[in-house]
């Protein structure tokens, strides 16, 4: 059901607020919860570099969703699934909370703090981790780095291993046996 058929006032309020946050959007339904499911994608105006959050909550985005060049600071409202890309780089960001739970693609920096993501594990197809800075100024753990080449698999168990707790907090040890796993044929 179209939410924004039902109460038109929603619907001219997303709309205002697409309008007013330059967002380049394709074809969208207002979904019963109010959240946003775009057939198409989503794409954040660079010249929107003052937006610690996501002005809107989206569902599903069956193309591309980039909130990348922003200053986020929490993924809240991002969506739960991306067909394409799911593009946060260069942004402020303390965690990946509300990270979506299924996208193709998933691009992040070194400088987000901390890949705790809630109590979800995500399933990527391919993860790339941005290399902002040189390995003096990161700010993730540098034995995130060192393994960039399995965190497909990572953001599918970090979770099972407990590498992160509620409070952002990375442990070394559950890193590397999760590592471990990997490395003996988990995927």
């Known amino acids: 059901m179209d939410f924004g058929n039902v109460f038109p006032d929603y619907g001219s309020e997303v709309g205002k607020i697409i309008r007013d946050y330059w967002i380049i959007i394709d074809s969208y339904n207002i979904n019963c919860d109010g959240s946003i ?93 941005l290399q902002l800075t040189d390995q003096r100024d990161e700010i993730l753990p540098k034995q995130i780095s060192q393994n960039a080449n399995h965190l497909d698999v990572i953001f599918k168990y970090q979770n099972f291993f407990t590498v992160w707790n509620d409070s952002n907090t990375f442990d070394l040890e559950a890193f590397n046996s999760l590592i471990t796993e990997i490395e003996d044929g988990l995927k």
Do not use: W
């Open 37 to 129: 499911s775009v057939d198409g994608s989503v794409k954040f105006a660079e010249c929107m570099d003052y937006l610690t959050e996501l002005p809107l909550k989206f569902d599903k985005v069956i193309g591309d969703f980039d909130c990348s060049k922003l200053s986020l600071t929490s993924l809240h409202g991002s969506p739960n699934y991306v067909g394409g890309t799911f593009n946060c780089s260069f942004n402020n960001l303390n965690s990946l909370e509300y990270l979506p739970k299924k996208a193709k693609r998933f691009i992040f920096d070194n400088q987000t703090k901390s890949m705790y993501t809630g109590d979800i594990n995500s399933d990527f197809e391919e993860v790339i981790l």
